[in-house]
């Protein structure tokens, strides 16, 4: 070791103790040194070796210049992956350069190393790949390794082709707003066919081209999802099992506006299974689950709906559905009444034709009655809606647990300790509030009507106006189906971050609007979930541009909406079979019976057995011992 120390400093040596090499590193003053990190085993065995044998190898090799300016570095005899950690080293200084090699003495006997010790180092010559040096002077190339480009990558991201369609500029908001329309409720809606389906010429395998979606091979797909939601769907396929021997709705040709999820799916094949011929369009152009839109089309139903939707498109969709030579429907099947709408108005001698309307939404319903007020109504319609088992289990244990789904899902937002304000104490609202109180969060309710109000502060929430509390609260979400609950004003006044989402059927609710200024920065973060940013750099997220969160963003429990579907499927079975008389040109609700008979079917699936009463029993309540067992009046 002496030997090696007294050759280091006259500069015949160019390996040195682990210790020395490091407080030289760290100095600089040795820079034609190897910076090795071997172990003490590794360094012991190289020091034993004959250094001027080696080092006269070394000098017959004539190495190429790594930085590009005609020096050559030192050669160490190290094995590849100490010389790999060495580069990595020296490749993290950002003062690194090319360094000048200490004299090297030749010796007369160069000891010959093993083929398996070759070194590797850089080849500029190679597109940035090595070189293996092997001892006996030859070279060889490496196998070439990919790098982590992440510049190039970041560019590449940016070059990304958005989608082109027919997206109305109301919906275009910035360039990032037009990704793929993926989320929770429909997986494999991501597609690179920048194609509108309008535009498209698609047929099922049966030749049938009777509809329009967003791919027909994802048939197979959306057939697994149906498959899955009627296995939640106990009463519903109850039905199809009891009644389809009868066919109560043969000779019915029915035209449905709803949103086209696998529940639905399963409800349209139970109608048809009923004897229904039936024609389908989506009623939120956000909500649709394109493989299963295309699992519809497959099996031979004309469904016309694809998520992403512009408005241009929607209305497309329901002439396309309603506008058929042919083809004269009698049952309208409606969630919010613009199916209703467009076949009064474009098509007043086939609403005419039309035996009844079934209406299942909170909006839908205002509407009929609006319709009803001003004699204009001439068709019977059943509110569902109204109907216990609708608004009891839909709307409230629906909203409870969909309304934190859908805040999850787009928002990842923590509820413990958030402060949110419910704008409406219905059903819908009850649900929410219960929800988010059970997480933790401080929630405010606003309110108009008393008694709702009343219900609010027993409940234990407090009721306020929203203008006391949108400064400080972190979430806004509207539950009251009626139009500017939340407008440009209010916020303006929100709190950078606020979240403000709806859970009523439509998009009226929050002023989205008066956001389509050119002072507001519109950003789409993710799937339906937008960031409208103002001078100053605040900003507020908004989901699903004001309309549904629940279904436009997640998904709803199936279990649920087979309550619904069943007795939406019961109302249609009613009005079409109904003596001449029975309904006449108003709206009604569905008859009590029915309401119990829908929660009957359901009961098995708990294993619930229901108590019976005596004949003493039902004749002292006045009742009878099959139901109904509540008057209409009641208020569960």
Request: charged share 25%; glycine share 6%.
């Amino acid at each position: 070791m002496r030997n090696m120390i007294r050759n280091r400093r006259s500069g015949n040596v160019n390996c040195m103790s682990h210790g020395a090499l490091r407080r030289a590193s760290s100095h600089r003053a040795y820079p034609s040194v190897c910076r090795f990190s071997l172990l003490e085993k590794s360094t012991v065995r190289f020091a034993a070796m004959s250094v001027q044998a080696v080092a006269a190898k070394m000098a017959e090799v004539e190495l190429k210049d790594v930085a590009g300016k005609g020096a050559s570095p030192a050669i160490s005899p190290l094995t590849p992956k100490a010389e790999e950690k060495k580069s990595e080293n020296n490749s993290s200084s950002s003062s690194a350069a090319a360094v000048e090699p200490s004299p090297v003495t030749a010796a007369p006997n160069p000891v010959k190393m093993p083929q398996a010790s070759a070194m590797k180092r850089p080849d500029p010559q190679q597109n940035g790949g090595e070189a293996f040096v092997n001892y006996d002077g030859t070279v060889a190339e490496a196998p070439r390794m990919k790098k982590i480009q992440f510049a190039d990558q970041k560019q590449e991201f940016n070059k990304r082709p958005t989608k082109i369609s027919r997206r109305s500029l109301s919906r275009s908001i910035s360039q990032s707003s037009t990704d793929s329309y993926s989320s929770a409720a429909s997986y494999t809606d991501s597609s690179d066919d920048e194609t509108s389906p309008r535009d498209k010429q698609q047929k099922n395998s049966k030749g049938n081209a009777d509809f329009c979606i967003k791919n027909i091979k994802q048939a197979d797909f959306g057939r697994r999802e149906i498959e899955i939601a009627e296995q939640e769907m106990p009463a519903l396929m109850a039905l199809r099992k009891r009644a389809q021997g009868e066919k109560p709705l043969a000779g019915a040709k029915i035209v449905g506006c709803t949103h086209i999820t696998a529940q639905t799916a399963v409800l349209m094949e139970t109608l048809s299974a009923l004897g229904a011929q039936c024609r389908w369009a989506a009623c939120n152009i956000y909500s649709t689950q394109n493989e299963v839109a295309a699992a519809l089309a497959e099996g031979g139903f004309s469904v016309f709906a694809w998520k992403g939707e512009s408005e241009d498109d929607f209305w497309w969709c329901i002439d396309r559905c309603v506008n058929v030579e042919g083809w004269q429907p009698n049952m309208i099947l409606d969630d919010g009444g613009d199916l209703t709408h467009w076949i009064y108005k474009k098509y007043p001698n086939m609403f005419k034709k039309i035996k009844g309307i079934v209406e299942e939404s909170v909006t839908g319903v205002h509407r009929l009655y609006q319709l009803s007020k001003a004699g204009k109504l001439c068709v019977p319609a059943m509110n569902v809606n109204d109907s216990v088992t609708k608004q009891k289990f839909d709307n409230l244990y629906c909203c409870r647990e969909s309304i934190l789904d859908g805040l999850k899902r787009t928002t990842d937002v923590m509820f413990g300790g958030k402060q949110v304000v419910v704008c409406g104490y219905g059903e819908v609202g009850k649900g929410c509030c219960a929800a988010l109180k059970a997480m933790g969060s401080i929630v405010y309710v606003t309110e108009i009507d008393p008694i709702c109000a009343l219900q609010a502060c027993m409940d234990g929430f407090r009721l306020v106006k929203l203008n006391e509390v949108i400064r400080q609260v972190d979430i806004v979400i509207t539950c009251t189906g009626n139009k500017n609950v939340v407008v440009r004003e209010y916020m303006d006044r929100m709190k950078n971050g606020c979240i403000v989402c709806n859970m009523g059927h439509s998009n009226t609710e929050i002023d989205v609007a008066s956001l389509r200024t050119p002072e507001l920065t519109w950003e789409r973060v993710r799937s339906q979930v937008d960031h409208v940013i103002w001078p100053d750099g605040k900003r507020i997220v908004l989901l699903a541009e004001g309309r549904l969160l629940n279904l436009s963003c997640s998904t709803v429990p199936t279990f649920v909406l087979s309550i619904t579907a069943t007795t939406q499927a019961l109302a249609l079975i009613e009005l079409y079979n109904a003596p001449e008389g029975r309904y006449k040109q108003d709206v009604y609700l569905l008859p009590k019976k029915m309401d119990e008979y829908v929660a009957s079917l359901h009961l098995p699936t708990f294993d619930a057995h229901l108590t019976e009463l005596s004949d003493e029993q039902a004749k002292y309540l006045g009742l009878n011992k099959n139901g109904p067992f509540k008057p209409n009046y009641y208020r569960y």
